[in-house]
C-alpha cells in the first residue's frame, strides 16, 4: 500500500534563516505531497555514519589550469587518500568494503549539465568504477546516469571506466517518462502548474543497491550553488525546472523535500565532490569561461549538508575575490536576467543558498559550521 505524507513545511522548530525571510517576505509555503511505498532503511545513507564530517584532499598538480589535463596518478592518490581518511581504514579497498559489497547494484550519479567544460570528472569517476570492481562489483552492476542525453554523450565516460560498466541517460527522448517510476513522485503546485509532479528515476526505485553522488562545485543561478543536494534532488526526478518563474525560486524547500524521498535518501551512502575545477558564477551551466576557477580538491563524506556548506563559502569567498556580490544578496535591483550569463553582479532569480540549512532541518545533515568536522590534507 503506498503511503502518502503530506507536508507544510517551514515548521516554527525550522532554522531561523528561512522562516524569518519567508515571513518578512510574506511567501506561501508550497505543500508538498509526497508519494513513495519505500521504507527509510535503519541507518539512511544521508546523512550516513559519518554526519558532519567533510574531508578534503587538495593537491597543486592534479590539474593544469593552462591546458585543463588532470594528472590520473593524482587523482588516484586524492582518492586513496580520501577514503581512507574518510573511514579510518588502513587500506583504500578496505575503505570501499565499509561502503559497498560484490552484490551491490550501484549507480553513480555524475552531473554534466556544465560539460564538457565542468562536469564530474571521468577521471574521478574512472576512479569510483575501479574500486568498486576492486571490492568484487562486477562492471555490470555499475551504472553511471544522468538525465539528459546530450550532456552525458559529451562527457566520453566511456574511455575511463571498464568495459562492462553501463552509461544510462535516463530522459531518452527529453521529456519521456518511460525511465521514471510512476508510482513514486512528489505533487506540489507553485504557480498554477498543469503538471504538478516530478516523479523518481526508476533505476534508483528498482534496480540499484548503493549510489554514490559525484557533484561538482558551481554557482546557480537559483539555488545559489549546485552541489550535492541538488545533483542528487534535481537529477534523479523529472519535472524540476518549474520551481522557477519570473524572479521567484522554490529552490529553498523544493530541493530538500526531494532528496529526502525514500528510496533515495537511504540508497545515496558515499558523497564524493569534484572540485578539480569549478564555476563560481553563471551556473549551472558554464556561459563563459571566465568564470571558472581551480579550487583543485576532492571532498568525501556521507553528509551532503556538510559538504554544500564547505562548498558554498568557497564559491561565495571566489566571488567575493572577484568584486562580485554574494549569492545570499536578495535585492530586486540586482536582477537582471539578460546580464546574468555575463555579469557577476546580476542575478536571474533571488537566490535561495538556504536550501542547504532547510535540507539539514528535513534530517539530511549538519549545517552548522561549528559543527561541522572539517579536514584539508595537502598531497
Known amino acids: 500500500m503506498i503511503k502518502r505524507r503530506t507536508f507544510l513545511e517551514l515548521s516554527a522548530a525550522a532554522p531561523a534563516l528561512f522562516t524569518v ?3 518578512e517576505a510574506k511567501d506561501t509555503i508550497p505543500v508538498y505531497d509526497v508519494e513513495s511505498a519505500y521504507k527509510p532503511s535503519p541507518h539512511p545513507g544521508m546523512p550516513g555514519p559519518y554526519p558532519g564530517r567533510v ?3 587538495h593537491s597543486e598538480k592534479c590539474i593544469d589550469t ?11 592518490e586524492m582518492m586513496d587518500r580520501g577514503m581512507r581518511t574518510l573511514t579510518g581504514a588502513a587500506k583504500p579497498i578496505d575503505a570501499w568494503r565499509k561502503f559497498f559489497e560484490p552484490s551491490d547494484v550501484v549507480g553513480i550519479k555524475v552531473n554534466c549539465s556544465g560539460a564538457p567544460k565542468v562536469c564530474s570528472s571521468p577521471e574521478i569517476v574512472g576512479e569510483i568504477t575501479r574500486n568498486l570492481v576492486a571490492t568484487g562489483v562486477k562492471p555490470q552492476q555499475i551504472y553511471i546516469y544522468e538525465r539528459f542525453k546530450n550532456q552525458l554523450d559529451s562527457v566520453g565516460y566511456e574511455h575511463f571506466v571498464p568495459e562492462g560498466v553501463n552509461i544510462v541517460a535516463i530522459e531518452v527522448p527529453r521529456n519521456s517518462l518511460q525511465n521514471y517510476d510512476g508510482k513514486t513522485y512528489v505533487e506540489v503546485n507553485f504557480f498554477g502548474d498543469d503538471d504538478t509532479r516530478s516523479y523518481m528515476v526508476g533505476l534508483v526505485c528498482h534496480k540499484f543497491t548503493k549510489i554514490i553522488n ?7 543561478g537559483a539555488a545559489g550553488v549546485t552541489g550535492c543536494l541538488k545533483n542528487i534532488a534535481y537529477g534523479d526526478f523529472d519535472n524540476v525546472a518549474r520551481s522557477h518563474r519570473g524572479s521567484k525560486t522554490n529552490t529553498l524547500t523544493f530541493i530538500g523535500t526531494l532528496a529526502s524521498v525514500e528510496p533515495l535518501r537511504s540508497k545515496t ?11 563560481w558564477h553563471g551556473g549551472p551551466f558554464v556561459w563563459d569561461s571566465k568564470f571558472l576557477f581551480y579550487p583543485k580538491q576532492i571532498m568525501f563524506g556521507t553528509d551532503p549538508v556538510a559538504i ?7 564559491i561565495d569567498a571566489e566571488r567575493k575575490r572577484h568584486g562580485a556580490i554574494s549569492v545570499w544578496d536578495r ?3 540586482k536582477l537582471n536576467p539578460r546580464q546574468f550569463r555575463h555579469d557577476p553582479n546580476a542575478n536571474s532569480f533571488i537566490r535561495e543558498p538556504g536550501h542547504i540549512e532547510y535540507a539539514a532541518s528535513k534530517g539530511l545533515g549538519v549545517y552548522d559550521r561549528k559543527k561541522i568536522q572539517y579536514q584539508r590534507i595537502d598531497v
Do not use: W
Not at 554544500?308 to 568557497?314: R, S, V
Open 214 to 220: 559525484v557533484p561538482n562545485m558551481k554557482d546557480h
Open 269 to 279: 551512502v558515499l558523497q564524493i565532490m569534484d572540485g578539480l575545477k569549478g564555476v
Open 331 to 333: 535585492s530586486e535591483d
Open 308 to 314: 554544500d556548506h564547505i562548498e558554498l563559502d568557497e
Open 66 to 76: 593552462a591546458s585543463n589535463h588532470v594528472d590520473q596518478a593524482i587523482v588516484r
Open 55 to 57: 574531508i578534503s584532499i
Open 21 to 23: 525571510e519567508a515571513a
